[in-house]
Nanobody, 117 residues
Framework: QVQLVESGGGLVQPGGSLRLSCAFS????????MGWYRQAPGKQRELVAT???????NYADSVKGRFAMSRDNVKRRVDLQMNSLKPEDTAVYYC???????????WGQGTQVTVSS
């Protein structure tokens, strides 16, 4: 059973940076595409970024050029480096593991990111 544990959220001023991390356990890391999603109050959960086992990334238009997702297949961890943060980036950020064959989805507990002055 896949377990995902996020860390690194917090309060940051507009224009600042945060780095989120997600530790993976319970299965074979290489057979999962990893992703970050976020959910703001009153809004649906939305995709932020994904990364394949080979390191190919995909980003939501709203974060392109500001966020960077990385993957460490030895440590079984993914990170999300968030720069030039805006108040509209405020949300709970969730780590996601998507099985590449069966497309079963696993979620972390979420970490709060608040961008405010």
């Amino acid at each position: 059973q896949v377990q995902l544990v996020e860390s690194g959220g917090g309060l940051v001023q507009p224009g600042g940076s945060l780095r989120l991390s997600c530790a993976f356990s319970g299965s074979t890391f290489s057979i999962y595409r990893m992703g970050w999603y976020r959910q703001a109050p009153g809004k649906q959960r939305e995709l932020v970024a994904t990364i394949t086992n080979g390191g190919s990334t995909n980003y939501a238009d709203s974060v392109k050029g500001r966020f960077a997702m990385s993957r460490d297949n030895v440590k079984r961890r993914v990170d999300l480096q968030m720069n030039s943060l805006k108040p509209e980036d405020t949300a709970v950020y969730y780590c996601n593991a998507d099985h590449v064959v069966f497309h079963t989805m696993s979620w972390g507990q979420g970490t709060q990111v608040t961008v405010s002055s």
